[in-house]
């Protein structure tokens, strides 16, 4: 008999790819062969998340074929369900690609399918099984009681679950009998669940002795005790209530898209508030990142922000708290920020964000775009409260939410398929619901609102609709070029006013933008932003090591006008006064070349908590440490700078932190809902090829590989190498590298490249009939064959 990995070795190699595609997690990480990939097909958890794909029609489809009596055709599934025949060919077409059913000429459900849904279209089991569990005798007085008279002769159980089926087969006059109370019991579990909780269910109950509407429908076998606080619907008379349909609802077409209210928006208005937002998000990050760089806020011992932080980054950014708290996770989840450290560490921008400054703002777009649809984490959830009456911080592991990134995903691509338009977000709930009616409730209509709430803040769509380089984005392909013609050009230049003001007519280039920053304080923004400069932010730049000559011929070199004289006073006055003190370690000291200036620290009663003496006319002494020291002293007005035991000033305010991001792992697993590319699948099912032949022929598997040229091998520059490989992936075809193990044995390769990132070669290799991962590291060089050999 043909069995359910027979049927899967007998597909084509586009019906397994079909296969891999809609249900990539069965590739983490490659079965071995194609039994191996039956195995995994049937497990409990893969059975389910390939359940939680199907939308309700198709859905519906396998709950009838479950239901009714095997093997049902394509016309009785139509008749059942109340709905054409090509309705249903295309619903048994995405079984049969998700290999949830199986069979030649019969429609066989997969193994695992029946104890994935243990109450296909809300119906229990069927009276001969419901049944099962009673003894001979409750089935003798059962059936006696029904049928008004003892059975006559010996009955075995089985004869009397046969005449217990006839009778409840027709169950509207037991019904009728049991009264409206009873009726009204039974109308609660017609529709699914069809088990439920009562007292005592297994107490012995007739007919004649029934007093209560439970006791009158177990004695006529309406419903049935599994355990002693259980019941069940028998599947019969369920029908019966339902009139002989199998759903109440399962309508082969989604609800329809309906607009919200109110006049629809040209396209040229949705695409320009869409590339505004955008602009608007990576500048917000750039600027909190800027800020926590120079400033960076402690990590909570439970991990995540803490709130007054969030409010302060709000606050900075002049942003609701909400919004700076997706700013946080989309930089979280783009890489761009991490925490440093396991105990006491501070939330730091990564050197990543360094590259990711490097970028023009359409590229910067994407990469934030792309973290925050695969972040399994939800930003609305910051400031709520768990189950137990916790708060939820931002970046705190409280905010993941596995469906998360489907979600997002999900209701990003109705968007995309309602065409031109908005959605209203009633009518975007209902089509969710019938296409994943598996992965309803509160959590994911909560994550629809915060979606479309983020995607606007992020720029992914502009008065509820998605823009062209969101629907780029969406598609796999490159949404830069169509972002960037929409967004304005960074200028170089600068408009410096008398009033010690800046104006950024447009958005500054990376350079003058970080030295700004460093040197001003930002006043208002808008479609100018206007800086100001203060005493306090020009000893920031000379804090950061700048010096005065710096600060003035950055300004000189981007001002559209010439530099106010009062700029320039203050900025020679800062720098004059700037570094007149010097504080070191005793715990610390101050040290001047002017006795004068220390006879009035000393003669200010301020300067009484920072419990200083004088060592000599020119040094005092401090038991307070430097960092304090050097606040006491700027609180008094002045302006110290810190000191190196051999004299030379030591920066005490570096103008970028960075935190090392966490390490790679050498395995990457796929997501649940994680795409792979066509060229991975490709692989993957040339290795499961292999590896079947291999387990059908045992030792003749040698003839399947591919022999590794002799002689010595391959070795080539590190960036040549990456070079190669990237060519090799565009290309296609196959390449000879050496690679050394975690042992650092040598050993030939022969690999079809399939994909080079995050510092590893995915591919399938040829000598081994599998696909690996080879970390770039331990590959030794490449070279092309000159003999391409036989697969």
């Given amino acids: 008999m043909e069995t359910y990995a027979d049927w899967l070795r007998a597909r084509g190699d586009d019906e397994l790819r079909a296969l891999l595609s809609a249900r990539p997690e069965l590739l983490a990480p490659v079965p071995a062969d194609l039994t191996a990939l039956a195995a995994r097909a049937a497990t409990p958890a893969a059975v389910s998340r390939a359940l939680d794909r199907l939308d309700r029609f198709t859905l519906a489809v396998l709950e009838a074929l479950l239901v009714l009596p095997a093997p049902p055709g394509p016309e009785t599934l139509a008749t059942a369900l109340d709905a054409t025949p090509t309705q249903v060919g295309d619903a048994l077409g995405t079984l049969h690609q998700y290999g949830l059913v199986w069979g030649n000429g019969t429609l066989n459900p997969a193994p695992g399918v029946r104890q994935a849904l243990p109450h296909p279209a809300g119906l229990g089991p069927p009276v001969q099984e419901v049944f099962a569990g009673y003894t001979r005798e409750r089935l003798t007085d059962l059936v006696t009681d029904l049928d008004g008279e003892a059975p006559r002769g010996f009955a075995d159980s089985a004869r009397l679950l046969r005449r217990l ?212 984490r939800a930003a609305g959830l910051a400031g709520e409260r768990d189950d137990r009456d916790r708060l939820i911080n931002a970046l705190s592991e409280a905010m993941v939410r596995s469906s998360a990134p489907s979600t997002r995903r999900a209701t990003l691509d109705v968007l995309v398929d309602a065409g031109r338009g908005a959605v209203g977000e009633d009518a975007l709930r209902d089509r969710l619901a019938w296409l994943r009616p598996r992965r309803g409730g509160r959590t994911r209509d909560r994550i629809i609102g915060w979606t479309l709430r983020e995607a606007a803040a992020l720029g992914l769509t502009g008065f509820g609709e998605p823009a062209p380089f969101a629907r780029d984005l969406l598609a796999g392909a490159d949404p830069e070029p169509a972002l960037e013609k929409h967004l304005p050009a960074p200028v170089d ?130 038991g307070l440490q430097r960092a304090d020291l050097l606040d006491g002293l700027r609180a008094l007005g002045l302006a110290p700078v810190a000191e190196s035991p051999g004299g030379g000033v030591i920066v005490t305010r570096p103008d970028a932190q960075r935190a090392d991001p966490p390490p790679t792992a050498e395995i990457v697993r796929l997501r649940p809902e994680e795409r792979t590319d066509a060229s991975m699948i490709s692989a993957a099912v040339r290795a499961l090829r292999a590896g079947d032949e291999a387990s059908m022929h045992g ?21 040549a190498t990456v070079d190669r490989l990237r060519t090799a992936v565009d290309r296609g075809g196959r390449v000879w590298i050496g690679y050394l193990d975690q042992q650092g044995q040598a050993s030939s390769r022969i690999v079809e490249p399939v994909r080079v990132e995050g510092g590893f070669l995915t591919g399938y290799d040829a000598t081994r009939a599998a696909v690996h991962r080879f970390a770039l590291h331990r590959i030794t060089g490449v070279a092309e064959l000159t003999d391409d050999p036989a697969p």
């Fill in 165 to 376: 089926t006839e009778l409840l087969g027709a169950p509207g006059a037991l019904i009728d009998d049991a009264g409206p109370d009873a009726l009204a019991a039974l109308d609660h579990l017609a529709w699914g669940p069809p088990v439920g909780r009562v007292a005592d269910a297994r107490r012995p109950v007739r007919v004649g002795t029934a007093a209560t509407p439970i006791e009158r429908l177990l004695a006529r076998g309406l419903l049935a005790a599994e355990d002693d606080r259980t019941v069940t619907l028998p599947r019969e008379v369920a029908l019966h209530l339902r009139g002989g349909r199998l759903f109440r609802d399962a309508a082969a077409e989604p609800p329809p898209l309906t607009p919200p209210p109110g006049e629809p928006r040209g396209e040229d208005v949705v695409i320009r508030a869409a590339a505004g937002e955008a602009f608007n998000a990576v500048r917000l990050v750039e600027e909190l990142l800027e800020r926590w760089g120079l400033e960076p806020p402690p990590v909570l011992r439970s991990g995540g922000l803490a709130v007054r932080d969030l409010r302060a980054a709000a606050g900075l950014l002049d942003v609701p708290e909400w919004k700076a708290a997706l700013l946080v996770e989309v930089a979280y989840a783009a890489g761009l920020l991490t925490r440093s450290g396991d105990l006491d560490g501070e939330w730091l921008p990564t050197p990543a964000y360094d590259l990711w400054l490097m970028r023009d703002t359409a590229g910067r777009w994407t990469e934030l775009a792309r973290g925050w649809l695969k972040s399994d």
């Fill in 493 to 622: 230049e600068i408009l410096i006013q008398a009033d010690l003001t800046a104006i950024a007519p447009g958005p500054l280039v990376t350079e003058l933008a970080r030295e700004l920053a460093l040197a001003a304080d930002v006043e208002s923004t808008g479609g100018a932003t206007v800086y100001r400069f203060t005493p306090e932010s020009i000893r920031r730049a000379l804090d950061a090591g700048r010096t005065a000559a710096d600060v003035t011929g950055l300004l000189t070199r981007h001002s559209a006008t010439p530099l106010p004289q009062p700029l320039t006073y203050l900025i020679d006055d800062v720098a004059r006064r700037h570094g007149h003190l010097r504080v070191g370690a005793l715990a610390s000291y101050v040290r001047t070349d002017s006795p004068a200036t220390l006879d009035e620290i000393l003669a200010d009663r301020r300067s009484d908590p920072l419990r200083l003496h004088r060592l000599a006319p020119t040094v005092l002494a401090s």
């Fill in 699 to 719: 030792a003749e598997h040698a003839r399947l590989r591919a022999d590794a040229p002799s002689g010595e091998l391959p070795r080539s520059p590190a960036m």
